[in-house]
C-alpha cells in the first residue's frame, strides 16, 4: 500500500514537472508582454520583467484594431455558430426520426462531404463569391454554417436516443412535427448543442485561412489573421508589443477554457471516441 | 377512395415536413461543396487565366503534367509528408502522457492534468506561432537557453530561420498544441478498457507488463487509428502555422522547406493566380486525402473483425 502511494507521488512529480517545461513558453510570453526591456532585441530569460510596464498592451492597442478585430471575430463566431447547431439539429432530428423518400441518400450525400476537404474547393468557391460580389463581406465566412455536417451525422445518433413514446403523446395532443422539434427535441438536446457549440466556437476562433483569402479591409478582419498582420508588418523587432497581442488574443478562448473545462475536455473526448 | 386520396395527401405532406428540415442543408451543399468540387475538376482541365472565363482552353491533362515535372510542386508533397509524419510523435508522446495521467486513478489530480495538458490545444492558433517565433529564436530563444544549459555550450540554432531544423522547429510548434489533444483521446480510450479484461488476466497470473503487452495495446489500436488519420488528414492541409512562420507569404520559408501542398495551391491561388494549375493541386490534394480515408475505412473495418475473432478475449 505504503509502495502504490509513493509511486503515485512519483508519477505526480514527473507530471509536474513536464506541465511546467509545457506552459513555460506562456508563461515567459506574459513576462515578456510586461517588460520595458522586450523591445529590440531579447532580454536574459526571466518570468519576472526586468522593467515591469503597460508600454506593449498601448504599443498594441494603438497600432492595430483589436477591440475591432474582437467585436468582427465574436459577430462572425456567433452566427456561424448558431446557424451550425441549429441546422444540425434540424437536419439530425429528420434523419433520426424522419420516415421519407430517399432517407438513406441525402444522408450520404451529406457523409460524403467529410471526404471533401474544405480546401480542395476553396478556388472555385472564392471565384464564385467574388463573381456573386461577396468578397470582403462575413456571408461566405457565415453560410457554410448552414450545413455544419459532422454537427448532422453526430446530432443524428443523440436524438435517435430520445425515446419515441415522448413523439408520440405529443401527437396525440396534435402536435406536429416542427412543434415536435422546438418545444420537445430542443430541450432535450441541450448537453448536444453544448457539445457542438463549443466544438464550432473553438474551430471558428481559429479560423485563418478562409478569413485570410475573403476578408481585404483591414478594419474588417478577424482576430486570427490579424494578429498576424502584427507579425508581418514588424518582422524581426519588438518582441514586447508582439507577445502582447499574442496574449490579448490568447485571452478569451483561455477564459471560456477556464470556465468551461470540463464541458470542452468532455466534448473533444466524445468527438475522438465515437468515431 | 376519398380516404385512400386524403391518406395520400397526408404522405405528401408528412413527406414535404420532413424535407422542410433538410431543404436548406442540401441546397448548402450543393451550392458549396458540389458544385464547387465538380468546378475544380473542371478548372484542372482548363487553361484557366485570371480574368477570362469565357475563353477557357481545355488542356487535357496538361496542368497536372506540369504540377507532376514541376520540382517546388514534388517539393511542397515531400515537405507536406514529412512534416505530417513528424507531427505522428504526438501520438507516443500522448499515449504516454495519458498512461501516467490515467495511473493516477480517477480524482481531482487525474482532473487537474488532463484539463492543464489540453491546456495548449485550445489556445493554438495565430497567436502560439508569435510566441513560438521567439520560443525558437537563435539568439536568446527559450528553447536555446534551455539546451546551452543542459549541454554547457552555448547553443544558436535557428529553429525557424535555418533551412536545415526549420521542420523540426516547426514539428516542436506543433507538437506543442497536439500532444494535449491526442493524450485527452488517448485517455478517454485507455479508460474505456473493460476492467473485468484486466481481472481476468490478474487471475491468470499475468504481470503489469504483460497486461500492457497483452490488453491495453490491442485494445487501443483502433484509437490509434483514429490518431494516425486524423493527424495525416490534418497534416495534409497544414497550413496556417507555416505561413505565418513564412512571414505571411506561401512560399515556405526559409528556403522553400516550409511550403506545404496547401501553401502551393494558395500561392497560385493568391499570390500568382492560375487558376487551372491551383485547381489541378488541389485536386492531387483531394485525391490524397481521399486515399487515407479509404485505407482509414478499411483498416478500422478490418480491426472490427479482429476483435471479434476473440483474439482480446485470450489475452
Redesign the interface.
Known amino acids: 500500500m505504503k509502495r502504490k502511494k509513493i509511486?503515485?507521488w512519483v508519477?505526480?512529480f514527473?507530471?509536474f514537472i513536464?506541465?511546467i517545461i509545457?506552459?513555460?513558453?506562456?508563461a515567459?510570453?506574459i513576462a515578456?508582454s510586461f517588460d520595458r526591456k522586450a523591445l529590440n532585441?531579447?532580454?536574459?530569460?526571466s518570468l519576472i520583467p526586468h522593467v515591469p510596464t503597460l508600454f506593449n498592451y498601448e504599443v498594441a492597442f494603438t497600432s492595430f484594431p483589436l477591440v475591432t478585430y474582437y467585436l468582427n471575430t465574436i459577430i462572425v463566431t456567433a452566427c456561424h455558430t448558431v446557424l451550425a447547431v441549429f441546422?444540425a439539429l434540424?437536419?439530425g432530428?429528420?434523419f433520426a426520426k424522419?420516415?421519407?423518400?430517399g432517407k438513406n441518400f441525402?444522408f450520404v450525400?451529406?457523409l460524403a462531404?467529410m471526404?471533401?476537404?474544405?480546401?480542395?474547393?476553396?478556388?472555385?468557391?472564392?471565384?464564385?463569391y467574388k463573381n456573386m460580389g461577396l468578397l470582403d463581406t462575413y456571408v461566405p465566412l457565415i453560410?457554410?454554417g448552414?450545413?455544419y455536417?459532422y454537427g448532422?451525422f453526430f446530432a443524428r445518433q443523440n436524438i435517435d436516443a430520445i425515446p419515441d413514446s415522448l413523439r408520440e403523446s405529443a401527437y396525440i395532443d396534435g402536435a406536429?412535427?416542427?412543434r415536435i422539434?422546438l418545444q420537445i427535441v430542443i430541450p432535450l438536446s441541450m448537453p448536444l448543442i453544448a457539445t457542438l457549440s463549443i466544438l464550432q466556437i473553438?474551430s471558428n476562433?481559429?479560423n485563418?485561412?478562409w478569413p485570410l483569402?475573403i476578408i481585404r479591409s483591414n478594419s474588417k478582419q478577424l482576430?486570427?489573421?490579424g494578429?498576424?498582420?502584427?507579425?508581418?508588418t514588424q518582422?524581426a523587432i519588438y518582441?514586447g508589443p508582439?507577445?502582447a497581442?499574442?496574449?490579448v488574443?490568447?485571452i478569451p478562448?483561455?477564459i471560456?477554457?477556464l470556465v468551461l473545462?470540463?464541458y470542452?475536455?468532455q466534448s473533444?473526448?466524445?468527438s475522438?471516441?465515437k468515431? | 377512395m376519398m380516404q385512400q386520396r386524403s391518406k395520400r395527401n397526408f404522405r405528401v405532406r408528412e413527406q414535404l415536413i420532413w424535407y422542410s428540415f433538410l431543404i436548406t442543408s442540401i441546397l448548402t451543399l450543393i451550392l458549396l461543396t458540389y458544385i464547387p468540387m465538380l468546378t475544380a475538376v473542371k478548372y484542372s482541365f482548363y487553361d484557366v487565366s485570371v480574368l477570362g472565363f469565357g475563353d477557357d482552353v481545355f488542356v487535357g491533362f496538361q496542368n497536372y503534367q506540369k504540377l507532376i515535372n514541376n520540382s517546388s510542386f514534388l517539393n511542397s508533397i515531400k515537405n507536406t509528408f514529412l512534416l505530417a509524419v513528424m507531427g505522428l510523435l504526438s501520438i507516443p508522446i500522448g499515449f504516454i502522457l495519458a498512461t501516467l495521467i490515467n495511473s493516477l486513478g480517477r480524482g481531482q489530480r487525474q482532473n487537474f492534468f488532463r484539463v492543464a495538458f489540453y491546456f495548449p490545444n485550445i489556445i493554438t492558433g495565430a497567436s502560439v506561432v508569435l510566441i513560438f517565433q521567439i520560443v525558437l529564436k537563435a539568439n536568446n530563444g527559450l528553447l536555446n537557453n534551455a539546451l546551452s544549459f543542459l549541454v554547457g555550450q552555448n547553443v544558436k540554432i535557428g529553429w525557424l530561420s535555418d533551412s536545415s531544423y526549420s521542420r523540426w522547429g516547426a514539428t516542436i510548434l506543433h507538437l506543442w498544441g497536439s500532444i494535449g489533444y491526442s493524450m485527452l483521446i488517448n485517455l478517454a480510450n485507455l479508460q474505456s478498457i473493460p476492467e473485468n479484461l484486466y481481472e481476468a488476466a490478474e487471475v491468470d497470473g499475468a504481470n503489469g507488463l504483460q497486461k500492457w503487452f497483452h490488453i491495453t495495446i490491442p485494445q487501443m489500436t483502433s484509437c490509434f487509428v483514429f490518431l494516425f488519420i486524423t493527424s495525416m488528414i490534418g497534416g495534409l492541409s497544414r497550413f496556417t502555422d507555416l505561413f505565418i512562420i513564412g512571414g505571411n507569404t506561401s512560399a515556405g520559408r526559409p528556403g522553400g522547406t516550409l511550403q506545404t501542398i496547401l501553401m502551393y495551391i494558395y500561392q497560385f491561388s493568391f499570390e500568382a493566380p492560375q487558376y487551372g494549375i491551383a485547381s489541378a493541386g488541389a485536386i492531387i490534394l483531394f485525391l490524397l486525402t481521399f486515399i487515407i480515408t479509404l485505407i482509414n475505412l478499411k483498416i478500422t473495418g478490418f480491426f472490427k473483425k479482429e476483435k471479434k475473432g476473440g483474439k482480446v478475449r485470450e489475452a
Open positions: 509511486v503515485r508519477i505526480t514527473i507530471l513536464w506541465l509545457t506552459l513555460m513558453p506562456l515567459w510570453a515578456l532585441t531579447l532580454p536574459p530569460f441546422f434540424m437536419c432530428y429528420a424522419g420516415r421519407f423518400v441525402w450525400f451529406m462531404v471526404m471533401i476537404p474544405f480546401e480542395s474547393r476553396m478556388v472555385p468557391l472564392y471565384l464564385q453560410i457554410g448552414f450545413a455536417v448532422i406536429g412535427e416542427w422539434f473553438l476562433w481559429n485563418y485561412l483569402v482576430i486570427s489573421v494578429v498576424s498582420y502584427f507579425n508581418a518582422d518582441y508582439r507577445m497581442v499574442a496574449v488574443s490568447a478562448l483561455t471560456l477554457f473545462q470540463k470542452i475536455v473533444i473526448a466524445i475522438g471516441t468515431e
